[in-house]
C-alpha cells in the first residue's frame, strides 16, 4: 500500500474515516457489510477506491444522494461503480473469505468459539482448517473461480502479513525450520522448544512454518518464554499425544490443554507460516499469529525473505533437508539483506548425511536425488554448511546434544 492508500476493515474505522472526508481515493474497504452506510456512500465522491467483497443495499427509496436523486429508488452498488469505485464481488461457494484483512488465529482455524475458548471444539475434520482443505481436494477446489478466490485469498493474507511485520524490527525476526514428523517425545523437540524459547527470550521474533514437529516446538518455546520453568510441565502434558498422525484431535487436545495451562499477556508472540497445500499436516497452535496460505512456493518464498534475522534448521529427518537447499539458491538474489543461517542437523555438523548418496531423500518420493556432485559427506558439508562470524559461539554439537544452546543460534551479537 501506498502512503495515501486507506485501508479499512471495520465497521468503526470506516464511520471515523468516511465523517473527515470528502472523498474515497485511496480506500480500500475490506469484507465490510456496508447495507446500513447507504447514506455516506452516496454522498462522497467514490472515485479511486476498492471495495473487496463487501455488501451493499439494493433498491432503496428516499436515501439522500446526489442531486436529483432524493427519493429515487437507489442501486448503491451501481452507482459507486458509475462513480468510479472498483468492486470486487463476493466469491459463492469458497468455505473461506478471498479479501480477510487479517492474520489467522489457531482459535479461528480450529472452530473455537468467543474470545476466551472453552475447550468445546468441534471434531478436527469439521474445524474451518479441515474444511477449507477436503474444499481443495474436492471437484469444487479446482475450478477457475477457486483458482481465483485461493490467489485473492493469499494475496490478502500477504498484505495483512506485512501490516504485522511492518511493526517488527526485520532483523529480529528468526526462521526456525524443520520436520513435521518429529515426535513430541524426541529429544529434538524438547532441544528446538527450547531454541524457541530463547530467542524469544532474547527479543527475537519466531517464525516457523507452523506444521507439527520441529515447527511446534520453536512456537511452544517462544509461546512459554513468559513463564520460566514452564516448558518441562508442557513438554510431560503433550507426551499423552506424542504425534498427528495418531489422531489429530488427541494431538490438538494436549496442545490445546497447554494453552489453557498457561494463558494470558505473558505468552510470548511468534508467528506461523502453514499452507493448505500440506493440509494433512493440521496448524499447530502455539503459534499466535498464522499467516495461511494455498499456494506453497508462495508460502516458502514468504518464509525465506521475512527471516532478516536468520534461519535456523533445526533437527529433523531427512525430508526437510531439501529446504535448506532453496535459501543456498536465494542468496544471491537482490530482494534485499538475507539474515545467516544455520544448522543444526548432525549432517551439517557431523558430515553425516540422512542417507547414502543416490538414495531418495523420503521413501515415498523416488524422484528427489541427491545433487550428482554430492558423492562424499565431505563434499556436503562443504557445500551447506555455513559458519558467519556474526554468529554467537555454538557449544556443544548437535551430535551429542541434538541441538546447541538456545540463545547461540542464529542470533547476531
Known amino acids: 500500500m501506498t502512503a495515501r492508500s486507506v485501508e479499512i476493515d471495520t465497521l468503526a474505522d470506516f464511520d471515523t474515516q468516511i465523517a473527515r472526508t470528502g472523498a474515497l481515493d485511496g480506500w480500500f474497504v ?5 447495507r446500513d452506510r447507504s447514506e455516506p456512500l452516496l454522498r462522497i465522491d467514490p472515485r479511486g477506491s476498492v471495495f473487496l467483497g463487501c455488501r451493499f443495499a439494493e433498491g432503496l427509496d428516499g436515501v439522500a444522494g446526489p442531486a436529483g436523486t432524493d427519493g429515487a429508488a437507489v442501486d448503491v452498488a451501481g452507482r459507486l461503480r458509475s462513480g468510479g469505485a472498483l468492486l470486487f464481488p ?3 461457494d469458497v468455505p473461506f473469505d478471498p479479501y480477510r484483512p487479517v492474520l489467522y488465529s489457531p482459535d479461528e482455524l480450529y472452530g473455537v468459539p468467543g474470545e476466551h475458548p472453552s475447550r468445546e471444539r468441534p471434531p478436527y475434520d469439521r474445524s474451518p482448517d479441515s474444511v477449507v482443505y477436503a474444499w481443495t481436494r474436492s471437484p469444487a477446489g479446482r475450478t477457475l473461480t477457486a483458482d481465483l478466490a485461493a490467489t485473492l485469498h493469499d494475496h490478502s493474507v500477504d498484505g495483512a502479513l506485512d501490516d504485522v511485520t511492518d511493526r517488527l524490527d526485520p532483523t529480529r525476526v528468526v526462521g526456525v525450520m524443520g520436520g513435521h514428523a518429529l515426535s513430541r517425545r524426541d529429544p529434538a523437540y524438547a532441544a528446538t522448544a527450547r531454541l524457541g524459547e530463547g530467542l524469544a527470550r532474547a527479543g527475537r521474533t519466531v517464525l516457523t512454518g507452523g506444521g507439527p514437529g520441529a515447527m511446534e516446538a520453536a512456537n511452544l518455546g517462544a509461546y512459554l518464554s513468559g513463564w520460566p520453568d514452564a516448558l518441562p510441565e508442557a513438554l510431560a502434558l503433550l507426551d ?18 497447554v494453552r489453557d495451562r498457561w494463558r494470558g499477556d505473558r505468552a510470548g508472540q511468534s508467528l506461523s507460516i502453514p499452507t493448505w497445500f500440506y493440509g494433512h499436516e493440521p496448524t499447530n497452535v502455539f503459534g499466535t499469529q498464522v499467516a495461511k496460505y494455498f499456494a506453497n512456493a508462495l508460502r516458502e518464498d514468504t518464509l525465506l525473505h521475512r527471516c532478516r534475522g536468520g534461519i535456523v534448521f533445526a533437527p529433523a529427518p531427512p525430508g526437510p ?19 545467516p543461517r544455520r544448522s ?10 540422512p542417507c547414502r548418496p543416490g538414495r531418495s531423500w523420503r521413501p515415498w518420493r523416488g524422484t528427489h536425488r541427491w545433487p550428482a556432485w554430492c558423492t562424499s ?26 541441538f546447541p544452546p538456545a540463545s547461540a543460534a542464529a542470533v547476531r551479537r
Open 90 to 92: 463476493e466469491l459463492p
Open 240 to 257: 499423552d499425544a506424542p504425534d498427528h498422525v495418531d489422531g489429530i484431535d488427541p494431538w490438538a487436545t494436549a496442545a490445546f490443554a
Open 321 to 339: 533437508t531439501r529446504r535448506s537447499f532453496r535459501p543456498r539458491t536465494t542468496a544471491s538474489t537482490p530482494s534485499g539483506a538475507r539474515g
Open 30 to 34: 475490506s469484507s465490510l457489510d456496508l
Open 377 to 402: 559427506s565431505t563434499t556436503w558439508t562443504r557445500r551447506w554448511r555455513w559458519s558467519p562470524p556474526d554468529l554467537l559461539p555454538v557449544s556443544g554439537t548437535c551430535a551429542r546434544t541434538g
Open 344 to 353: 543444526c542437523s548432525s549432517a551439517a555438523t557431523t558430515g553425516r548425511r
